[in-house]
């Protein structure tokens, strides 16, 4: 195991580290301006608009013009983070990422909140299973998805240092902070979380903590275990994939999105093309949400640690 | 210097007619309706320097309507950003010049449009930019009528008037006509002055080819405080060229060499 890997996990949704993280950042970093669109206390840029309102710009229920004038603004010069729930980020003002923000390779850094089935009883019609599918496809943009609260604050800073279009998936749940500052997030790295020669389980988001427990308790079945947090879902890592691939001969992926089109689309693109070995997919799958506690959803939805154990023996059987 | 606008003008639409030739494709009417107001805007309204594109002070001109990126192209050739020849090559596989402008690939271009409805909104961005800095620059953006029927062009009315950005002027190429027909049959606009009123604009409506009506309108827009203006500019689609006037099929459809040496007589008698 890492060591920076805590034993003391207190639990803080990513949602609230951005909030934490851009006020940080404003002050470093007089150019950022920062934008929502009537969300501001959920995805916690309201901290930012205490300390900075002449910084801060609620563009009102119109998602479209918040990435209109994120767009505008990062060519005449500003940073701006805009923000707001992940389903109407991607999904209503998609084409305007696209062709405002994406093929101009504008430098606008798209934090949208409340992703994945966790929105809980909100419902589907909140519950963001597709948005990485759809900014994974868009050329010239990173899609980062950090998996706590340390490596959310190492994630916004990242974005705010690399020059061009960023997504970062956000959550609503609080999530266990699995990583101590010593951590180190780095833009298109993998990080190995803990060895093991039988299988490799990549993961990112709130399903990093899953694998990890999924590991724990194969372990204690003699099955060792690879654990690889993906943050950087787009630039993806290969070279770790293809590495912890040929060192166990299986692997499984774990997320909290669509099968279609997230990480374990991009990690089967990898592997069919350079290392194929057996593969197994946890994630949502090809299914719409539902309004409930998240806890009880992810286990509805099949996104936890026994899911996951579930899958390597799968997997282990096809080597 | 009127009489000086008034020969660019027709300048750029003969330029417009030359470079479609090739092209085989690309929107005339569209571009011919909106000469006018480029030649004003570039020959006189707008503080530019051709040899520094991207200096930071400079006002912002957004095509909102892309598609009239020949109009757009033939005032930056025209104004000295790149060579009158590669207007030639308009379209073609490999050349910077795009069906729609984009802003990394041609200099002058100061934002990616073609999608209606995302330069207005975009164009306001650079505003509030300009707000948040104290600068004195100034956003331009050309919009056409049937684009008024997008959403996102009142969303980002309604926010251009809230965060009250009067360094934005938007000018609407009231030409009455889109691809399926006239505006009217295909989406009601009217009454678009009473629209943009409501959402808090400052109005101005003159002949869109009429150049001193146009100098005086960007003139009001600039001494106007606390409303972004804009300035419905009423125009005919394919001006300039008879056989072109007011035709919808001229939308967006290039003229073969015959037609373009017809088109490029009359506009040289006129000259």
């Known amino acids: 195991m890492a060591d920076y890997i805590l034993t003391d996990q207190k639990k803080v949704a990513t949602r609230d580290a951005y909030g934490k993280a851009l006020v940080e950042l404003g002050k470093e970093k007089p150019a950022i301006v920062v934008l929502d669109a009537d969300l501001s206390q959920s995805t916690k840029t309201v901290n930012f608009a205490k300390a900075y309102p002449e910084r801060f710009f609620n563009m009102g229920i119109a998602e479209q013009n918040l990435m209109g004038f994120a767009a505008g603004l990062a060519a005449a010069g500003k940073l701006p983070f805009a923000s707001t729930f992940a389903v109407f980020a991607t999904g209503r003002a998609f084409e305007q990422i696209r062709n405002s923000i994406a093929y101009p390779k504008l430098n606008v850094k798209i934090a949208a909140t409340h992703a994945g089935l966790t929105v809980g009883e909100d419902g589907a019609s909140h519950q963001a299973i597709e948005d990485l599918a759809l900014m994974r496809a868009l050329p010239n943009m990173t899609v980062l998805v950090p998996a706590d609260a340390e490596e959310t604050r190492q994630v916004v800073r990242a974005a705010a240092a690399h020059s061009g279009p960023v997504y970062i998936r956000l959550g609503r749940l609080a999530v266990p902070t699995l990583f101590s500052t010593e951590y180190t997030f780095t833009l298109g790295k993998a990080n190995i979380l803990r060895e093991g020669t039988d299988v490799a389980i990549i993961a990112n988001g709130l399903m990093v903590s899953e694998a990890l427990k999924a590991a724990a308790e194969l372990s204690s079945q003699q099955v060792g275990c690879t654990v690889v947090n993906c943050a950087s879902l787009k630039p993806l890592d290969e070279e770790t994939i293809i590495s912890v691939a040929k060192t166990t001969g299986a692997v499984v992926t774990a997320e909290e999105h669509n099968i279609i089109g997230g990480l374990g689309s991009a990690v089967a693109e990898v592997l069919a093309e350079k290392y194929p070995v057996p593969l197994r997919r946890v994630g949502i799958k090809d299914t719409f949400g539902e309004s409930g506690r998240p806890e009880e959803l992810l286990i509805k939805y099949g996104l936890t640690a026994q899911d996951i154990v579930n899958a390597v023996q799968e997997v282990l059987k096809l080597k | ?271």
């Open chain 2, 1 to 271: 210097m009127l009489t000086a606008i008034r020969q660019m003008a027709n300048q750029i639409r003969q330029d417009i007619i030359e470079m479609l030739v090739p092209a085989k494709s690309g929107h005339p009417g569209g571009s011919l309706s909106a000469a006018d107001i480029l030649a004003v805007l570039y020959f006189s309204v707008l503080k530019i320097d051709p040899q520094n594109p991207q200096w930071p002070d400079r006002d912002r001109f957004v095509l909102s309507k892309g598609h009239a990126a020949p109009v757009l192209y033939a005032t930056l050739a025209e104004k000295g950003y790149f060579p009158r020849e590669e207007l030639l090559k308009l379209r073609q596989t490999g050349h910077f010049l795009q069906g729609h402008p984009d802003m990394q690939k041609v200099p002058g271009v100061d934002m990616s449009t073609g999608s209606l409805g995302q330069g207005i909104s975009a164009a306001a961005g650079m505003a509030l930019a300009g707000k948040i800095d104290k600068k004195s620059y100034r956003v331009y953006a050309l919009l056409g009528d049937g684009e008024l029927a997008e959403g996102l062009v009142w969303e980002a009315a309604m926010a251009a008037a809230h965060y009250r950005l009067d360094n934005l002027v938007a000018i609407l190429d009231y030409n009455g006509l889109q691809i399926d027909g006239k505006n009217e049959e295909v989406m009601t606009i009217a009454p678009v002055a009473a629209k943009w009123q409501a959402f808090g604009w400052n109005v101005i409506e003159v002949d869109g080819h009429n150049v001193e009506q146009l100098l005086q309108a960007f003139e009001a827009a600039a001494n106007h405080q606390g409303r972004p203006t804009i300035i419905i500019a009423k125009t005919v689609k394919g001006k300039g060229v008879s056989f072109m006037e007011n035709q919808v099929g001229w939308h967006g459809s290039a003229p073969n060499a015959e037609q373009a040496e017809a088109a490029l007589k009359e506009l040289r008698e006129e000259q």
